[in-house]
């Protein structure tokens, strides 16, 4: 492939064009890629990856498939060039400055035009500017020379002769590369216990020239700010620009937020060279402004802004934007009848309980995750009632449509830096790079009303204050410095310099002000009466409440299961379909995941023991999905009854984080999504355990005790109706209704008490084993809990359970198919599946105690009701054997 063949896409996509202003180009579209040696040349997308170029071109299989991750590996370590010739689409003469610019270089690599080299990149996460004005020709040819990710990280540990920076390497069991923290890069592209190893190499992110005179604005922010004195909302308007005029330049700028009655004029000076201007744009007092709720809590009203820059030099540039208001606080004070402090938000002056999950990387390749891709999986955490998730600090940080549909439909974001896991190196070089990033990402975020916390790293404290890499005692002191050189005296500093507008926290989990007290290491940052823990226990059964932490904020807890057989499907092959195979080995990235679900299931089911294998295979997915829903149920029920009580000192708990919402690839994983954004079981329950208003129970020397638990803003009477079925009949065996339950407004209040043997006694002698408890919460108005349940024993024990007749009709109603089921007796676990067919149930996994149930299927394309009929596969706990 000739040069002159690349010269095809030479006229570049326009941007952006004002009067008198910049002229900017994307060279966004077909390169040249060739691999170190020149024995593999291709084409590729720009924005894109080496191993989505290969995958496009037929050189390579789905990398996702079988053991491709481990096949694939020669390509991480090879050094790729990306180049292309393009034409300059204007004048150059016209313009005193001209700039190439890389929005996300991943991740090393030196960057030449026409020849002569502009600089070299580091940081996954940077955005790179180059002043190219003085080699800039008609025809160019530019060229990025990678260098392989592993073999720079390796290079880096051996110079670095400070001191040693573990972990050097992932165990075994990850199948995946050393030093990850001796590069800045997606931590978990070296490999995770949930995910592969595919350390990329591309321009992931846009790159374009940019041409202006006079001045260019770079970055543009607005930031909302409520003073309580004068009960007024104002704006904090930044605007960073680089001014090439060798002299200031005077001007006007004007903001105008129509719907809100609020227009101003400032007059500004533009100093030479790159600098800020911040503008306080006062609401006006007698507009109403609404404010942004998370989703559950309001509606997210957005207004629309337009910032008019007209200046000396003639040129004229308007930029528009959305603007938001909303004020958040982490509120962390001493709580009557408790040492410690607590750990909540308040948004808009409200307390709000955090419900939600944590979010990793959509795909290994960032060019694969499309607008669709990431509204599919937010949406999903919305409509299984969550209003935040965390994105997590070994990933990415995400690109500007995430945050922009967070921002549309209420979900708040907990947003760590990219520290995960790991000791960190504090070099000159490093550090100088790690500012860089922070400037831009802060910059970049800050306008978003959806992030409502930074934090600097994932679990690094922690990794510290329990010597996780057994750092000899003598030395832990050079380890706390570097701790505090990297996320207080650098992260920390530039954060609170760059936005005042939201809280920062150095670790998760922390014991937050009272880390800070102990010179930002606590002793235990798993102190259940201060900040925020994280917690996994694959021993104990999960069913039993009592072995989960009262803590104040659940940031991190969770159970492993498999993604359903249509997803493993996809990348395996017959020989693989055994819970033993290989394949389910490789894929495993946890050690033990594999025997931890089969010991965890054993506790409380009948363990699958078809001959036929693939049988046994599927009934092991489906007990590994119950398994987890069933665990994360138990436990997030107890952290949302525990909100407003202090029991031994410990409680408030206001917010619960599961490990983890979406997946990577197709495997075992802590995910509630699968790999391409199906439900696992997990979610289904998530929705109703996240629910607004939701009756748990739990069980304490013999007695039942049943919380109302309400996100709603207002006090409720309702009736609590519970009622008791054997496990041998639809009928039930009894039926209480207690009318006129207070269910208080954003809390959680006991509501009913009962020891467990006297309710079977009332219940004709029901049996713990024979007897199953049901409850739900009804009010007057329609409004109305999902139904809950309460096993009295565990179900491989459980007396009188028969195999049932599940069938189900389904019929189409405009652009949503209705399936009604019909069952010959109580089904637990009925779940529903229909393969490849995108979409998602209104309900699943349920315990069916009633003959009939309807349930909606929410299609994601286009489908057929005959489709959905052959595709569906109906299982409950009885269909495994």
Not at 205 to 214: G, S, T
Not at 720 to 748: D, M, Y
């Amino acid at each position: 492939m000739g040069l002159a063949a690349l010269l095809l896409p030479a006229l570049l996509l326009p941007l952006a064009v004002a009067a008198g202003g910049p002229e900017v180009r994307s060279l966004r579209g077909s390169w040249r890629l060739r691999s170190g040696n020149g024995s593999v040349a291709l084409r590729a997308e720009v924005p894109g990856c080496v191993h989505t170029a290969l995958l496009g071109r037929g050189l390579i299989q789905d990398p996702y498939y079988r053991f491709n991750d481990v096949m694939y590996r020669w390509i991480s370590l090879d050094n790729w060039t990306y180049s292309r010739m393009f034409k300059t689409p204007f004048d150059i003469r016209k313009w005193q400055k001209v700039n190439l610019v890389f929005e996300g270089v991943d991740t090393v690599a030196q960057i030449l035009l026409n020849n002569v080299t502009l600089g070299r990149t580091d940081n996954m996460f940077n955005r790179y500017s180059f002043d190219i004005t003085s080699m800039i020709q008609e025809v160019n040819f530019v060229e990025v020379r990678f260098l392989s990710a592993v073999s720079y990280a390796a290079e880096q540990s051996r110079c670095y002769k400070a001191h040693s920076i573990p972990p050097a390497c992932p165990p075994p069991v990850q199948k995946g590369e050393c030093h990850v923290n001796f590069i800045r890069k997606e931590q978990c592209s070296f490999s995770w216990d949930w995910g592969p190893s595919f350390p990329t190499q591309g321009i992931w992110k846009d790159v374009r020239i940019e041409a202006y005179n006079h001045y260019h604005l770079i970055y543009f922010s607005i930031t909302p700010f409520f003073a309580k004195s004068a009960q007024q909302w104002y704006l904090e308007v930044e605007s960073i620009f680089d001014v090439v005029s060798s002299k200031p330049i005077a001007g006007l700028v004007t903001v105008n937020i129509p719907k809100l009655q609020t227009q101003q004029t400032f007059s500004v000076k533009l100093q030479p060279g790159e600098g800020s201007i911040v503008l306080l744009v006062n609401i006006n007092k007698s507009a109403a402004v609404e404010a942004w709720w998370p989703n559950g809590h309001g509606k997210q009203t957005g207004y629309n802004m337009t910032t008019t820059f007209m200046m000396e030099a003639g040129c004229q540039m308007e930029k528009f934007s959305k603007v938001y208001f909303r004020t958040v606080e982490l509120v962390q004070e001493p709580i009557p009848g408790s040492p410690g402090l607590s750990f909540y938000f308040r948004i808009n002056g409200r307390p709000i309980f955090i419900k939600g999950s944590n979010w990793i990387p959509a795909d290994s390749f960032q060019d694969r995750v499309t607008y669709d891709t990431l509204r599919l999986l937010l949406k999903s955490a919305a409509d299984a009632n969550m209003n935040a998730l965390r994105v997590w600090g070994g990933g990415i940080y995400e690109q500007d449509e995430f945050y922009d549909i967070c921002d549309e439909i209420g979900i708040m974001i907990w947003q760590d830096f990219m520290f995960a896991c790991a000791l960190y190196p504090t070099d000159q070089n490093y550090l100088e790079s790690v500012r860089a990033e922070v400037s831009h990402q802060v910059r970049r975020l800050k306008s978003h009303p959806s992030i409502i916390l930074w934090s600097g790293n994932n679990e690094n404290e922690a990794a510290i204050a329990s010597n996780w890499f057994s750092i000899p005692y003598s030395d832990i002191g050079v380890y706390v410095k570097d701790y505090v050189m990297l996320y207080v005296k650098n992260i920390r500093k530039i954060v609170l310099s760059e936005d005042k507008s939201r809280p920062f926290i150095t670790s998760s989990p922390t014991n937050g002000l009272e880390s800070v007290k102990e010179g930002w290491l606590s002793q235990n940052p798993y102190d259940t009466h201060y900040g925020d823990t994280h917690f996994y226990d694959y021993n104990s059964d999960c069913w039993n409440w009592t072995v989960y932490p009262k803590t104040r904020f659940a940031s991190e807890y969770g159970f492993q299961s498999w993604p359903s057989f249509s997803t493993v499907e996809k990348v395996s092959s017959p020989e693989d379909w055994s819970y033993t195979s290989n394949f389910s080995l490789h894929r495993q990235h946890h050690e033990g995941g594999n025997i931890q679900m089969l010991q965890e299931i054993g506790r409380h089911f009948k363990l699958p023991q078809s001959s036929d294998p693939v049988k046994q295979f599927k009934d092991m997915i489906y007990l590994t999905q119950v398994m987890q829903a069933q665990c994360i149920k138990t436990e997030t029920e107890f952290y949302r009854f525990s909100q407003s009580e202090i029991i031994n000192g410990e409680g408030h708990t206001m917010g619960a984080l599961y490990w983890q919402l979406n997946d990577i690839w197709q495997a075992p994983s802590w995910a509630s999504l699968e790999y391409g954004g199906k439900w696992k079981l997990l979610h289904y329950f998530a929705q109703n355990f996240f629910a607004p208003l939701l009756p748990v129970a739990y069980e304490d020397k013999g007695m039942l005790h049943i919380y109302g638990v309400s996100d709603l803003h207002e006090d409720h009477k309702l009736t609590l109706r519970v009622v008791v079925h054997a496990w041998s009949s639809l009928e039930p065996v009894c039926t209480l209704a207690k009318e006129g339950v207070t269910v208080k407004a954003q809390s959680a209040v006991p509501i009913y008490k009962e020891s467990i043997s006297d309710l079977l006694e009332r219940c004709r002698n029901c049996t713990r084993r024979s007897c199953v408890i049901t409850f739900c919460l009804v009010g007057g108005d329609g409004l109305r809990s999902p139904t809950n349940h309460y096993f009295l024993s565990s179900l491989k024990d459980a007396v009188g359970l028969e195999k049932t007749q599940l069938r189900a009709s389904v019929s189409q109603q405009d652009d949503i198919y209705v399936f009604v089921l019909q069952t010959t007796a109580i089904a637990p676990f009925v779940t529903l599946d229909v393969g490849s067919i995108k979409g998602r149930f209104s309900d699943n996994g349920f315990l069916m105690t009633e003959k009939k149930k309807m349930v909606v299927f929410y299609p994601w394309e286009p489908t057929s009701a005959e489709e959905l009929k052959s595709s569906l596969i109906l299982t409950s706990l009885l269909d495994v054997v």
